[in-house]
């Protein structure tokens, strides 16, 4: 990785995540900072996105796919302490989460890639929503009744739409820096006439 790649990748992690972190600071306050609480999703997915989403805005896929799979054997420790059946679906729900992250950052490159430079943020959030909503029946087996499910579910789309325009926003302002490095072609790759210089 060049040191014009390495900066690119870091620029864009740090703007995502102090995104996340701020929009779950202005919206829970000092709640954002108490480890076990869903306020805290905030910081760990936030890292875990603004991780993704600039590894694989810098071209590195690869690398964002060793994230996910390194994000899902780290619940396993994280989750040991937990009865049997609740192991299995925290292990599974958060793997598949980082899956789904995954795929709402290909999006995001892909939008990006087609000349859309400001507002992919608006799509990344409601496309981390979906993410959350999908994954909140297996991660909370078992803990709620319908009434509690519901409410849950309400409050898990809106704080995955809160964390994923967030980092959104956040790979966007730093992809308004000039003479940013974006995604490289591989070696021996011509970029056509016309094509070179341009900027995701």
């Not at 590195?60 to 192991?87: D, K, N, T, Y």
């Not at 958060?94 to 859309?116: K, P, S």
């Not at 400001?118 to 799509?123: A, D, N, R």
């Not at 309400?154 to 820096?177: H, K, T």
Request: hydrophobic letters at 50%; glycine letters at 16%; one cysteine or more.
């Amino acid at each position: 990785m060049s040191g014009a790649d390495l900066n690119a990748l870091l620029l864009r992690f740090t703007l995502g995540f102090a995104a996340s972190v701020g929009a779950g600071w202005l919206r829970f306050r000092g709640d954002v900072f108490l480890p076990g609480t869903r306020p805290f999703h905030c910081i760990t997915i936030g890292a875990l996105a603004a991780g993704l989403f600039a590894l694989v805005r810098t071209g590195r896929v690869r690398g964002a796919l060793l994230l996910v799979v390194g994000f899902g054997f780290m619940q396993v420790g994280l989750s040991s302490h937990l009865p049997w059946p609740r192991m299995v679906t925290s292990l599974i729900a958060n793997t598949f989460a980082a899956g789904g992250i995954w795929v709402v950052a290909y999006i995001f490159d892909q939008l990006a890639e087609r000349g859309l430079r400001i507002g992919k943020f608006l799509i990344s959030g409601p496309l981390l929503g979906g993410v959350y909503l999908a994954i909140t029946p297996l991660a909370t087996w078992g803990m709620y009744t319908m009434r509690g499910t519901v409410t849950n579910l309400l409050a898990n789309l809106w704080l995955g739409i809160l964390i994923g325009n967030a980092v959104g926003l956040g790979i966007e302002l730093a992809e308004l820096v000039p003479g940013l490095s974006g995604r490289q072609p591989p070696k021996g790759h011509v970029v056509p006439s016309g094509v070179a210089g341009r900027r995701p």
